[in-house]
Nanobody, 115 residues
Framework: QVQLVESGGGLVQDGGSLTLSCTAS??????????MAWYRRAPDQERVRIAV???????YYVESLKGRFTISRDDARNTIYLRMESLKPEDSGVYYC???????WGQGTQVTVST
């Protein structure tokens, strides 16, 4: 079993920045979690995958977020990150991390961007 715990969410003003973290713990090895991803669920919308990072650091971003969001990983810390810059109110929502390979979800962290 594994736990994915997101942190770093909060309230930020329009144009601000945040860095989210997702750390894994438990009996499953970090390497077995494989490709990791960040998802976002905006209010009254479906959860959408927004960024992906492979074990070899190949990354993918949803087109609308390219240039503002950066996904990274620190395998020594069993952690992935999502650096979010130039935040907009429409970036508000709950952000989740997921092991794409093992299909484990974190509990989510709330990001609210105020005008």
């Amino acid at each position: 079993q594994v736990q994915l715990v997101e942190s770093g969410g909060g309230l930020v003003q329009d144009g601000g920045s945040l860095t989210l973290s997702c750390t894994a713990s438990g009996s499953v090895s970090w390497s077995s979690l494989g490709t990791m991803a960040w998802y976002r669920r905006a209010p009254d919308q479906e959860r959408v995958r927004i960024a992906v990072i492979s074990p070899t650091n190949t990354t993918y971003y949803v087109e609308s977020l390219k240039g503002r969001f950066t996904i990274s990983r620190d395998d020594a810390r069993n952690t992935i990150y999502l650096r979010m810059e130039s935040l907009k109110p429409e970036d508000s929502g709950v952000y989740y991390c997921r092991s794409e390979s093992r299909r484990y979800w974190g509990q989510g962290t709330q990001v609210t961007v105020s005008t």
